[in-house]
DNA sequence: ATTAATTGCGCACACGTGTGCACGGATTGT
DNA sequence: ACAATCCGTGCACACGTGTGCGCAATTAAT
C-alpha cells in the first residue's frame, strides 16, 4: 500500500523529482507549461507531501508539544483550546498529552516530544524538580510555561501565567470589605505552586489589615481525586460556628464545597460567602452563582502559543504576567451580622 | 545547532553507523564489548533517537490523529482524556486538532493529519457528507468515528458509540412512570445525528404509550453558542403552565435550563423533572443533582483507541455500541398532582 | 591441516523531499 | 557571426535511520 510519491509524478511527466519538487513548490525557474502538467498529475494520482520527509529534509517539524496535567480539567480544557487555535492558524500539528500531575511522567512526556523533534513545548502547571529542569535545558528546545511556577536561572526559557498572588490579594479585599473575621482558604497540593501563592496573597493580605493568625483556618487536600469531591470533603471539615468565608483553590473546589453546604443546610451566601478561583463556564450557572477570581483562561493558551511562535521565528519576546480579575456575582455577601465585630 | 546522531557516535567509537544503529536496537550479532562502548559513548553525547528519521525509514510513525468539534466541551475533555491514556500506554503520540462543528475544518485537520502520515485517525462527533466521506475514503487511513452517525457503505471504516436512541427511551421510560404527560425535549443542531437519535427515541417511546403528540414540545437550539447559554434560552421559551418535565440533549444544557427555573422561580423537581444526558462531573454536584443518561466518556474514548489499535495490528475488530445508563438523581420527581390525569 | 560454519562488522541502498551546481539549448547583444 | 546571457532541467547529495548482503576473521568440524 505505498503513497504516491514526486517520484510517480516524475515518472508519468517525463522529469525528474527535482523538476516535480520545484513545480510544487512554484519554483519560478520551471517552464508554466511543465508546471501545469505536473500539478495536473499530481491531482490525478491523489498526491498528499509527506510532511515526513520534508520535516527530515528541512530539520524543522512545524510541531508543538503540549503537556498538561489533566485534559478533562475544565480549566485546562480551555487552555488547551486557546494553544490549539493558535497553533492551527500558524500551521503547527499539535501533540498533547496528559501527566495526571505526576512530574516523572511529565518529563517522560518531553522526551518522548524530543524524539519526535518538536520545534517547542509548552509545559502547562510544571512540577518540575531542579534535576528534571537540568535534563529539560539539556535538550535545547524552546520551551514555555504556562502557570508554572520556575526561576529563570535556565535561559531559553519562557513563561507564561496569571498572578497567582495577586488573585489571593483580590479576594481577601473582596471578604474583608464585606466585614468577613474568620475565614478559611480550601487548597489542593496537586498544584503545589499555584496553591501556594493563592494562600499566600490571601493571607498576607488579611494579616495586613489586622486579622489575627487564628482567624484564617487553612486547609490543603493531599489527594489526587476529582476537584468537585476535594471541595466537598474540605468544606465538611470546617467549623461553621465561626468561619463565614471560604476562598477556594479553584472553582470546582468551591462548587464541591457549595454542594456540601446545601446538603446540611447552610445557606449561601447569608451564613456563609464562598469565592472561587478561574471562573469556569459553569461558575456562572451554579446556585448561587459563583463569585470568582477570573483568569483569561483561553486567552492563556493562546498567548503561551504566540510567545512560543515568537521565540521559533528568532524575534525579542518576553514573558507574560497576566492580571486575574475579581468577578462578583451571588456567593459572596456581607458577613452575618453576629460574627462581625 | 545540529542534534547528535548515530553518525557522530559511529565516529567517536570508530565504527561504522551500521553498528551504532544495530547496537541500539540491541541486535546480538554485535559483540558485547562494542555494544557496551556504544552504548556508553550515546549516553555521554545525549544521543536521541530521531523519531522523523525512523518514521520516514519504517514507513510508520508511531502516531494517532484525534478531531473532536471542541475541547473545551466538558464531555470531550473526558473523552479524550481517554483516548490520550491508552495512546500513550502503546507508545503512539498524539495530535490534537478541534474542528469548531465546522465539518470544512474537520475535513481539513484530517488532510493535514494525512500529510504527516499518521498511522490512524480518530474523529469525533463526524458530519462529514457524502463527498467528504469519498475524499477521505480514497487517503485509506484506518478510521474510527467516535460518536458519530455514518453509513457503513465504505469499508475500512470503523465506529465506537453509545446507543443515542436508548438514550433517549430511558428518559421517556423514567419520565413517563413518574407521571409526566406534557414534556418538552430541549436540543442542539449543532451535533446533528446525536440531537436527532436522542429525541427521536424520546418521542417514539411516549407516542408509543399513547401521549397525543400535542403534548410533547421539541426544541433544537441552531446556535454555537455554549450550551449553558442555549439551555438557559431554550427553557425560557417554554410554557410552563402545561409541561411538567424536561429532556435535554446533554448535562449542560440541562443545567442551563436548570439556572433559568432556579431564577424565575420554578422549583425543581417539584414543578418541574429535567434530565440531562452525558452525566459530566458536576452533574452529580449541581443542586438539585442532575438525573442524567450516562455515557461512560472515558470508556468511550479508550475504546475506540482500542479499536484502532486493533486494527492496525490487523486484528480482527468489531464496531462497538456501548449502552447509556440512567441515574436518578433528585431533578426529576413524581409529576405534581394537579397536572397528571 | 583443510574445509565448513559462525561471528562481527562495513558497504550500500532505501525511505521522500529539497537544493546547489552544472550543463545544454535558446535568446540577445555587439 | 560569434560571444555573452538566460532559461529550463537533471545530477547528485543531504537529512538520520534500518537492514540485506558480503567479507574478513575467528572458531568448529572432519
Redesign the interface.
Known sequence: ?R?VSIEDIARHAEVSHSTVSRALRGNKRISLTVRTRILQIANEL?Y??????Q??QQRQ?NTIGLVVT?????FW??V??GV??VS?HNQK??????SQYDPSRQLA?I??F????VDGIIVGDSQLGDAQMNRLA???VPTVFLNSQVDHAYPGFHAVGIDNYAGGVLAAQHLWALGHRHLAYLGSTKRPASNQMRSLGFAETLRGYGLPPGALATHHSTSLA?D?RIG?ELASAIDYTQTTALFCYND?IA??A??YC?SVGIAVPEQLSIVGFDDV??A????PALTTIAQPK?ALGETAMQLLLAVLAGQPSIDTILTPTLVVRHSSAPAPKGTAQ
Open positions: 500500500m503513497r491523489g498528499t507531501p509527506n510532511a515526513i520527509a520535516s527530515l517539524t489533566d485534559v478533562a480539567d475544565p480544557g480551555e488547551v483550546k490549539e487555535a492551527m500539528a499539535l501533540f498533547l498529552s496528559a512526556v522526551e518522548v524530543h524524539q519526535r523533534r539539556r535538550i535545547k476529582d468537585l466537598y470546582s462548587l464541591g457549595l454542594t446545601r463556564a459553569i456562572q450557572f451554579s446556585m483561553v
